[in-house]
Structures are given as structure tokens and as C-alpha cells.
């Protein structure tokens, strides 16, 4: 039995760092490099498949880890689709990137606006060399057609109210 009068013992309970103690204390009892939650427990083998790590303290490349992600996780597709954004100018060239912007890729098309209508007119006539450039880095079939976009001319539409069938805003375009 233990005297509850003994300072020595009346402290250990008391004392709030007791639980952080008795874990470095157990941390102590053990081999370097041994897990003290895992005594008694049989060890795991290390997976010797292919090009697999053999243990988890060895270095691996984060691209590598990241290409073996993407891979796994089927996103290889989506990947090359999402191309069409990052390498615009590279694939189209830097005076037509200059004059247009991707808007989206969806279903095989990819939707370009154009700052004006003539590069309108001219991404419309060069939509043919753009999808065979864009199959070419993109994967054959990735694209099928180009729709192209111009500017869009501001609403003269204001308030709740509006005449329909007025001449609208008449030499604003001339």
C-alpha cells in the first residue's frame, strides 16, 4: 500500500505533464529506429514489385511520384486536354495568341475568343491548320473542330423597361 501522506507519490498524480513523460520513457526503453507502438508485432515485408519503392525512407523524385499519381488515377486525358490551355501560344504562334484567348475545351471543341472580328474572320479561316496542329500535340482525335468567337458588343438594355422593335442605338457601328 501506498501512503497518500508521501509527497513523492502526491506529486506523480498531480503532476500534468505525467502522460508526456511515461511516453518519452517508453521511447527511451525501445531500439533506435523502433517503432514502440509495433513491439510484438511482426514486421512488414517491403513490396518488391517492379519499380515499386523497397522502403518508405527512400527518396523519390516528386515528378515521379506525381506521374505515377496521374497514372494510376486515369487523369492522362484530361491532362493533355487541359494542353489546350497552357500551350496556346506555343501551338498557335504568338501573333495569334496575341488576338485570341481559349475559352473552354469541351466535347472535342475548343471555344477561342477573338478581340476583333477580322481575327475572328482569320481564326475561322485557319481553324482547319489549327486543329491538325492541336491533334498533332494533343494526341490524334483530341479535337475535332474550333469555334471561334468575336467581341461582343455592349447591352443597350437599362433599367426594367425596355421598347422592343426601337432602331436601337442607330450609327453607334456604322
Known amino acids: 500500500m501506498t501512503d497518500p ?15 508526456a513523460r511515461q ?3 517508453s521511447y527511451r526503453a525501445t531500439e533506435p529506429g523502433e517503432n514502440p507502438r509495433r513491439r510484438g508485432k511482426p514486421k512488414r515485408r517491403p513490396q518488391q514489385a517492379g519499380g515499386q519503392r523497397h522502403d518508405r525512407d527512400d527518396a523519390v523524385s516528386l515528378s515521379s511520384a506525381l506521374g505515377d499519381l496521374v497514372d494510376q488515377q486515369g487523369w492522362t486525358d484530361q491532362l493533355a486536354a487541359s494542353r489546350v490551355f497552357t500551350d496556346w501560344s506555343s501551338i498557335v504562334g504568338p501573333d495569334i495568341a496575341q488576338h485570341s484567348l ?5 466535347d472535342q471543341v475548343v471555344s477561342v475568343r477573338a478581340d476583333s472580328t477580322a481575327w475572328r474572320k482569320e481564326l475561322q479561316l485557319l481553324a482547319p491548320r489549327i486543329v491538325a496542329r492541336l491533334n498533332e500535340e494533343l494526341g490524334h482525335g483530341s479535337v475535332i473542330r474550333i469555334d471561334v468567337r468575336g467581341p461582343e458588343a455592349p447591352s443597350w438594355k437599362h433599367g426594367k423597361r425596355t421598347v422592343r422593335g426601337g ?3 442607330r450609327d453607334t457601328y456604322g
Open 102 to 106: 481559349v475559352d473552354g475545351y469541351a
Open 5 to 19: 501522506s508521501d509527497p513523492a507519490k502526491a506529486d506523480d498524480r498531480d503532476d500534468p505533464l505525467r502522460l
Open 23 to 25: 511516453m518519452a520513457q
Open 167 to 169: 432602331r436601337g442605338p
